[in-house]
């Protein structure tokens, strides 16, 4: 029977350990150290070690074993000695997923209706996640878990994900003991902007160095950390890999292994995965696919230009997803040789459905989806031979996401099929004996929580940090571990994303379709759309609207959505542009409030874009006291963004250097004529920018003297990209300078530096 958690005293606590050291061994004879399941006393064996692995923008049918053409063999390995589900729905955006599956609740009675940096000001959609909705991690760390989180992290405010905090919504906040990861959307896999618990870090040092490596080293590190303590604690781990968000990142290696695999194109990918699914069972016979979203071309209508770069953007996917699955595997092999994968608890599954964000053409750098400037396809074709790896940040054509969600109809964003259903596997050697099977019952993202609970013999807590829990939305599904035609408990379930609405009851599904060009944020108004109905056990790609033939079935379920609504703050209802225009309004007052001059007293990174002086937006002048021991020194004053888009006054070699990167990596820059001296140097530098032109005035006094003076003829784009930071004497991620290392601080002293705008306000540029 499925549990809706419910406040209630904790679990009671594990077995005291005996105390005194009678029978303690000899020094001749220490004990042997806790290294493995079989050590650990019996009535802690009891209560399972639980690892989410949660993708990122992965389709219903993309991974092997949901008919995908993608290898995957770790999540194989998983579904065989366990189940993966048929049914499972999530939110139709990372950020509201996220926030769903570590509460237990639904996304906007969490606050994350949308995405955490398009917030607005109503309950559902302020993007704070109120304290008496205390984390799973929260709930297990009470009931003596360790509790961990890695990789991605990105449903907190963007203005606090900066080093000031505060931190109530970062990992060290929400429950978890220790975090290794980043705080944004994406993340550049090849030079990271890296936090361990809430400081900054720089990547380790390996020239073959990627992320989900490094990720996968962290994981199986922390696991034995726990071996210092005898009994060893059980643990709860979210490891949460940008993967497959862009930047679509592989070793080169492992892009060649795919090499042509995608030259039939995606009508055709869509036909052999359809029918994989359909003789694996994921999809019922006679089903159908979706039909091809407005703007999609047929493969065979495309020139071979097109197909040959197309072919290839889906080669890196696919080796960006292979790599990360054998990473993971990484992990299993680590766990099983300690003797821990028996008493596991895996779970793998997407935060919503493939990705169409890339557009028609897909991007070789996603910073131009922010900016709307996006480049053809000869332009990206200049790309080709090096897509994937460092010199791009990569996303491919909307027909591939298309394909990754067969059968279903459209992809992230929307509340179609494509963009919430997404594969669930789960297994748990010692505590579900089914291998290998299928489960169709509906289950939805904020379910997995209160399951883990149940499986975990853990009861939600009264209070997380001394405040009263309320109930948790999701029902535990465990029921069907042993169950496989066991009735769903749920009646209904609503989704709501940028004004999309939609509601499943049973095999009926109603929709609205507001917003599908989810590579456009330009879009405005949430216009009353007429609902759709479809049945999903018979049409799952939603390809026949049955809306005109059964109108009282639409009033019934629209009635439900309409109670739903109002338990969980769905309105009101706000596109994308609305979230847009409430963070330009939240910039605009932030430069008030400090009167258009940004101070720090000395160097510091990792400061988001909304946090951070708008260098690219606005003329300015900098002021600084730079203290140098000797003349050659190179390293960063300030920078912004990276070398795929990015400002930074260095000095090179001792000499200031202006260096701008645009988008597609070109450079442009203006040096000093002489290096610094050695001592204090007063600092000014002047940047303008008048909107509209192309043309920027540049200055640079030390100590009164002009060092540099001339114009710089750089196009600067709105945004140097989604995860890029900004610093004061230190560069994170990939460094603006070529060849710079990236997060070494700036071997000076820096100090009274200033960013004042006021000149360029009153001018009005």
């Known amino acids: 029977m499925a549990k809706r958690f419910r406040s209630g005293m904790a679990a009671a606590g594990l077995a005291a350990i005996a105390a005194g050291l009678a029978g303690a061994a000899s020094a001749a004879e220490p004990p042997a150290p806790v290294t493995s399941q079989a050590s650990i006393p019996a009535e802690q064996q009891q209560r399972p070690n639980v690892l989410i692995w949660m993708l990122d923008d992965v389709g219903f049918a993309q991974l092997s074993c949901f008919g995908g053409l993608v290898a995957t063999p770790n999540i194989?390995?998983?579904?065989?000695?366990?189940?993966?589900?048929?049914?499972?729905?999530?939110?139709?955006?990372?950020?509201?997923?996220?926030?769903?599956?570590?509460?237990?609740?639904?996304?906007?009675?969490?606050?994350?209706?949308?995405?955490?940096?398009?917030?607005?000001?109503?309950?559902?959609?302020?993007?704070?996640?109120?304290?008496?909705?205390?984390?799973?991690?929260?709930?297990?760390?009470?009931?003596?878990?360790?509790?961990?989180?890695?990789?991605?992290?990105?449903?907190?405010?963007?203005?606090?994900?900066?080093?000031?905090?505060?931190?109530?919504?970062?990992?060290?906040?929400?429950?978890?003991?220790?975090?290794?990861?980043?705080?944004?959307?994406?993340?550049?896999?090849?030079?990271?902007?890296?936090?361990?618990?809430?400081?900054?870090?720089?990547?380790?040092?390996?020239?073959?160095?990627?992320?989900?490596?490094?990720?996968?080293?962290?994981?199986?590190?922390?696991?034995?950390?726990?071996?210092?303590?005898?009994?060893?604690?059980?643990?709860?781990?979210?490891?949460?890999?940008?993967?497959?968000?862009?930047?679509?990142?592989?070793?080169?290696?492992?892009?060649?292994?795919?090499?042509?695999?995608?030259?039939?194109?995606?009508?055709?990918?869509?036909?052999?995965?359809?029918?994989?699914?359909?003789?694996?069972?994921?999809?019922?016979?006679?089903?159908?696919?979706?039909?091809?979203?407005?703007?999609?071309?047929?493969?065979?209508?495309?020139?071979?230009?097109?197909?040959?770069?197309?072919?290839?953007?889906?080669?890196?996917?696919?080796?960006?997803?292979?790599?990360?699955?054998?990473?993971?595997?990484?992990?299993?092999?680590?766990?099983?040789?300690?003797?821990?994968?028996?008493?596991?608890?895996?779970?793998?599954?997407?935060?919503?459905?493939?990705?169409?964000?890339?557009?028609?053409?897909?991007?070789?750098?996603?910073?131009?989806?922010?900016?709307?400037?996006?480049?053809?396809?000869?332009?990206?074709?200049?790309?080709?031979?090096?897509?994937?790896?460092?010199?791009?940040?990569?996303?491919?054509?909307?027909?591939?996401?298309?394909?990754?969600?067969?059968?279903?109809?459209?992809?992230?964003?929307?509340?179609?099929?494509?963009?919430?259903?997404?594969?669930?596997?789960?297994?748990?050697?010692?505590?579900?004996?089914?291998?290998?099977?299928?489960?169709?019952?509906?289950?939805?993202?904020?379910?997995?929580?209160?399951?883990?609970?149940?499986?975990?013999?853990?009861?939600?807590?009264?209070?997380?940090?001394?405040?009263?829990?309320?109930?948790?939305?999701?029902?535990?599904?465990?029921?069907?571990?042993?169950?496989?035609?066991?009735?769903?408990?749920?009646?209904?379930?609503?989704?709501?994303?940028?004004?999309?609405?939609?509601?499943?009851?049973?095999?009926?599904?109603?929709?609205?379709?507001?917003?599908?060009?989810?590579?456009?944020?330009?879009?405005?108004?949430?216009?009353?759309e007429p609902w759709e109905l479809y049945n999903l056990k018979r049409d799952p790609g939603q390809g026949r609207d049955l809306a005109q033939n059964q109108p009282q079935r639409v009033e019934a379920l629209a009635t439900i959505f309409e109670e739903q609504a109002r338990q969980y703050n769905i309105y009101p209802l706000g596109d994308v542009s609305d979230g847009v225009k409430e963070t330009m309004r939240q910039v605009q007052a932030d430069f008030q409030r400090r009167k258009g001059k940004w101070r720090y007293s000395g160097p510091v990174g990792n400061i988001p874009a909304l946090a951070s002086p708008p260098i690219a937006a606005l003329g300015f002048t900098m002021t600084a006291t730079l203290g140098l021991a000797d003349t050659g020194v190179t390293g960063p004053i300030f920078a912004s963004g990276g070398q795929l888009g990015g400002m930074g006054l260095y000095l090179r070699e001792g000499r200031p250097v202006l260096i701008l990167t645009s988008l597609a990596g070109a450079t442009t820059e203006l040096a000093a004529a002489e290096v610094l001296p050695a001592g204090n140097n007063a600092i000014e530098f002047t940047f303008s920018n008048a909107h509209g032109s192309p043309e920027h005035a540049v200055t640079l006094k030390a100590n009164d003297r002009m060092l540099m003076q001339g114009t710089v003829d750089f196009a600067l784009p709105r945004s140097f990209g989604i995860s890029e930071v900004f610093g004061v004497g230190i560069d994170n991620g990939s460094p603006v300078l070529a060849g710079a290392p990236a997060d070494k601080p700036l071997a000076a002293t820096l100090s009274e530096i200033t960013f004042d705008f006021t000149a360029s306000q009153a001018s009005g540029h």
């Not at 961990?148 to 900066?162: F, R």
């Not at 159908?288 to 020139?303: F, H, Q, V």
């Not at 997380?464 to 035609?485: C, E, H, I």
């Open 76 to 528: 194989d390995r998983i579904a065989r000695s366990g189940l993966r589900y048929s049914n499972y729905h999530t939110a139709a955006i990372c950020s509201a997923s996220r926030a769903a599956i570590l509460s237990g609740r639904n996304p906007h009675t969490v606050h994350l209706g949308g995405h955490a940096a398009s917030a607005r000001p109503y309950p559902g959609y302020d993007g704070h996640i109120p304290a008496s909705a205390g984390s799973i991690a929260a709930n297990l760390r009470q009931a003596g878990y360790r509790t961990y989180a890695l990789g991605k992290w990105d449903h907190l405010p963007t203005q606090e994900a900066s080093p000031a905090g505060p931190y109530n919504q970062w990992p060290a906040g929400q429950g978890f003991d220790h975090f290794y990861g980043f705080l944004a959307a994406d993340a550049d896999n090849w030079n990271p902007i890296l936090i361990r618990d809430t400081a900054p870090v720089a990547k380790p040092g390996d020239p073959d160095y990627h992320l989900n490596h490094d990720l996968a080293d962290r994981a199986i590190a922390m696991i034995g950390e726990r071996d210092a303590a005898s009994p060893m604690a059980p643990f709860f781990m979210y490891w949460a890999t940008g993967t497959a968000h862009a930047p679509h990142h592989a070793p080169q290696a492992w892009i060649e292994r795919y090499r042509g695999k995608f030259d039939m194109g995606w009508d055709e990918a869509r036909k052999r995965i359809l029918k994989a699914q359909i003789a694996q069972g994921l999809v019922p016979k006679g089903a159908t696919l979706a039909p091809r979203p407005e703007g999609m071309p047929a493969w065979d209508s495309l020139n071979a230009q097109q197909k040959k770069l197309y072919a290839r953007q889906m080669e890196v996917f696919a080796a960006s997803l292979s790599h990360a699955d054998e990473q993971f595997g990484r992990i299993l092999d680590a766990l099983e040789a300690r003797g821990e994968l028996d008493n596991t608890m895996v779970i793998i599954t997407t935060d919503n459905g493939a990705s169409a964000e890339g557009g028609p053409g897909g991007l070789h750098n996603e910073a131009f989806l922010v900016t709307g400037d996006y480049p053809n396809d000869a332009e990206n074709m200049e790309f080709y031979d090096r897509w994937g790896g460092p010199e791009t940040y990569p996303h491919y054509s909307f027909g591939w996401a298309v394909a990754g969600n067969t059968p279903f109809r459209y992809y992230k964003q929307v509340t179609h099929e494509g963009g919430i259903h997404v594969p669930l596997v789960v297994a748990w050697p010692k505590g579900i004996s089914a291998r290998g099977e299928l489960r169709d019952q509906f289950v939805h993202v904020a379910d997995i929580a209160p399951t883990i609970l149940d499986a975990a013999g853990v009861t939600l807590a009264e209070t997380v940090n001394n405040v009263k829990q309320q109930p948790m939305d999701g029902l535990s599904f465990a029921y069907s571990f042993t169950a496989p035609q066991a009735p769903e408990p749920r009646q209904a379930q609503y989704y709501e994303m940028h004004g999309n609405k939609a509601l499943i009851s049973g095999d009926w599904s109603i929709n609205t379709t507001h917003r599908v060009r989810t590579w456009d944020n330009s879009s405005a108004g949430v216009p009353d």
